[in-house]
């Protein structure tokens, strides 16, 4: 039952952002200063006081975060193969690639984190979502520059390093676990003002979610579409629950990983795939599929865990 209360409220405020973008509700322009409110203010400030708030040393799995990241490395020769294998053309692999390792975290994941674990979950997941994003940027800039169409749009180490620092969820992540570590009381105002913008930031960010899927170019690559969701819904958790059961977490410890493994793809993947070459059309697709299909594999992995 609580699987059930956790991922149909989630879908039907997705659901919602579709039905308000249909009736020209919510438009373009609405959607992209609404993302980046919620990018850029509330999933940090919900991020921030979760974990300042926390107390690292019983709410921090090292071994989890580790297999964790392990599982979004082995993945990716994993997609490669499977690229190979359904023939997908050189311009999309990196597309592909990236679809089946780089998850919506901040949007998704979280929000299945708190529903599901409550607010100890969401610390847990918040802690693995920092370190994450931080891999997942790294590795979608490495595979987009190496099939990248254009040649010119190829950056810096040093550039690519430095923008996914500043991203401001990583940034969140990082001030909260320092601010727990050095052991500060939170002041009253700031717990506030913190509790207020948080309250927007879950709801505000389904919404932009379901606004902004596309289902136009789905049937022109609709077989490596399904491909890349079910080696980022499936393939990928099932590879992370193993290494979590052969490593004797206990599932306390290791949902909160797992939740973040099962994320569709992000919707990162589609403004990646524009700035550094790669199919921005497949991205779409393939986000649009995977993040409506991930209400079903949420329910297998939150039962099986």
Not at 102 to 124: D, M, Q, R, S, T
Request: charged share 10%; net charge positive; glycine share 8%.
């Amino acid at each position: 039952m609580d699987i059930i209360s956790t991922i149909i409220p989630i879908f039907i405020i997705i659901f919602l952002g579709i039905f308000a973008r249909h009736k020209g509700f919510l438009s373009q322009d609405f959607l992209h200063q609404a993302n980046r409110l919620v990018y850029v203010i509330a999933i940090p400030a919900m991020i921030f006081s979760a974990i300042a708030k926390s107390s690292l040393n019983t709410q921090f799995h090292p071994g989890v975060l580790l297999v964790t990241l392990a599982t979004v490395c082995l993945i990716v020769p994993a997609a490669w193969f499977a690229a190979r294998l359904v023939n997908i053309s050189h311009a999309s692999k990196g597309s592909f690639i990236q679809s089946v390792f780089h998850g919506n975290l901040g949007y998704i994941g979280l929000a299945v984190a708190f529903y599901y674990l409550g607010h100890e979950g969401l610390v847990k997941a918040a802690i693995i979502v920092g370190f994450v994003m931080i891999l997942q940027n790294v590795l979608a800039v490495a595979v987009l520059q190496f099939y990248s169409r254009d040649a010119g749009s190829r950056t810096s180490p040093a550039a690519t390093l430095g923008a996914t620092m500043t991203n401001p969820v990583i940034l969140s992540a990082l001030a909260g676990i320092v601010y727990s570590l050095l052991g500060l009381p939170m002041p009253v105002i700031l717990d506030r003002s913190l509790s207020i913008l948080k309250g927007m930031a879950l709801p505000m960010a389904l919404l932009v979610i379901g606004a902004s899927l596309s289902f136009e170019k789905i049937r022109l690559v609709f077989a490596s579409v399904m491909m890349t969701s079910v080696l980022k819904l499936l393939v990928m958790p099932a590879m992370g629950f193993a290494l979590f059961k052969l490593f004797g977490f206990s599932a306390s410890d290791f949902i909160p990983g797992l939740i973040i493994l099962a994320a569709p793809s992000a919707t990162l993947v589609y403004i990646m795939a524009e700035q550094i070459g790669g199919d921005p059309d497949f991205a779409v697709a393939a986000i649009s599929i995977s993040t409506l299909v991930s209400g079903l594999t949420y329910g297998i992995w939150l039962s099986v865990g």
